[in-house]
């Protein structure tokens, strides 16, 4: 049953949503509170204070290895291979993502953060085999 999967990727995709919001608060509340004006961003994001720079840094992420995980939830649905492994590698990722997340928009411990992705690279490495071990 490949409906399973979809729930892991549309959880991803709200996942990007939250983060965007978060993004908007932080940006907005720096140019409300006066921590930077309109002009010092129309160009260069960089004058935002650290905490709206570190939520935009975090939504780029969300653009980068989920990439693969799209890639690889289609894949698997095309394959057939949706089994409750499958699916449980696809609700870690998403775990590690918004753990990366949670992690990268407040303490920004680099050490854990480094963790946590390795972790969500992990889960996508034994989708892929998963995947490859199905069409084989």
Request: aromatic share 12%.
């Amino acid at each position: 049953m490949t409906i399973k999967l979809i729930y892991p990727a549309l959880a991803q995709i709200l996942w990007t949503f939250v983060v965007l919001v978060i993004m908007f608060l932080r940006r907005r509340k720096a140019l409300v509170g006066k921590e930077v004006r309109m002009a010092d961003v129309a160009v260069s994001t960089d004058a935002y204070p650290d905490r709206a720079r570190l939520a935009a840094a975090n939504f780029t992420n969300q653009f980068e290895t989920p990439v693969l995980f799209f890639a690889l939830i289609m894949l698997a649905m095309e394959v057939g291979a949706t089994g409750y492994i499958m699916t449980a590698l696809a609700w870690a990722f998403v775990a590690t993502r918004v753990a990366h997340t949670l992690i990268h928009t407040g303490s920004n411990r680099l050490q854990t953060r480094a963790l946590v992705f390795a972790a969500g690279l992990v889960c996508l490495f034994l989708m892929w085999v998963g995947v490859v071990a199905t069409v084989i």
